[in-house]
C-alpha cells in the first residue's frame, strides 16, 4: 500500500526541548517537503528536497532542521529556536521527475502541542 | 512574489445545489494547477489536477482552466454534506515549487 506515514500524530514539547517528527514514503519520490499550518490558515513551506543529500529553506525555516539521507525519508526536528511551535505538521512528497505532471501529495500530518 | 488567491468563505450552498469555488494566480507562467480538500484537522488531498485550458470532469467535479484570465476554478455538483470542507488551489510552474492558495471553506447545508 503506497503512500506517506507520518509519526507520531501529536506530539508534545517541553520549554527548550528539541523534538524530530518522522517522514517515511514509499511511492518512490524523488522530492519531499514540510509544511507547517496554523488554524485557519494556509499552508508555509519549511524546507523541502529533491534529490538525497541535498535541502532547501522554505519561507520559514528559522528555528527548524532537517536531513535526507535516504530517498525514502525526510525527518524534521524543531528545535527549541522555534519559539512558536505550535501547529499542524505536514509532509509531502512529488514525483519531481514528471515534469509538468508533478503531482504533491501529502502525509496524515503531526499535531505539535507545546507543554 | 508568486501569489495564488481564493475567497476564503465559508461559502454556503444548499444538498443537490453546484458549488462554485475560484483562484486567481500571479504567475502567468504556471503549467500545473491541482485542487485538494482538507477535511477538519486532516490532511489535504488530491481531487483533481488539470494542465491545459478548458474543463475537466471527474466524477461530481469539474476543474475548469483559463490561462489567460490566470483563473481556476472548481466546480462541485450535488453538493452533499460529506463535501463540506476547506478547498484548496496550488498552481506550479515547471521548476518551480508549489504555491497553495489560503483555501475556501465550504459548508454544504442539509
Redo the contacts between chains.
Sequence with gaps: DGGITQSPKYLFRKEGQNVTLSCEQNLNHDAMYWYRQDPGQGLRLIYYSQIVNDFQKGDIAEGYSVSREKKESFPLTVTSAQKNPTAFYLCASSNYLAGIQETQYFGPGTRLLVL | QKEVEQNSGPLSVPEGAIASLNCTYSDRGS??F?W?RQYSG?????IM?I?SNGDKEDGRFTAQLNKASQYVSLLIRDSQPSDSATY?C?V?N?GQ??V????TRLSVLP
Design positions: 503549467q500545473s491541482f485538494y486532516k490532511s489535504p488531498e488530491l489536477s494542465y484548496l496550488a506550479k515547471y515549487n508549489f497553495f492558495g489560503p483555501g
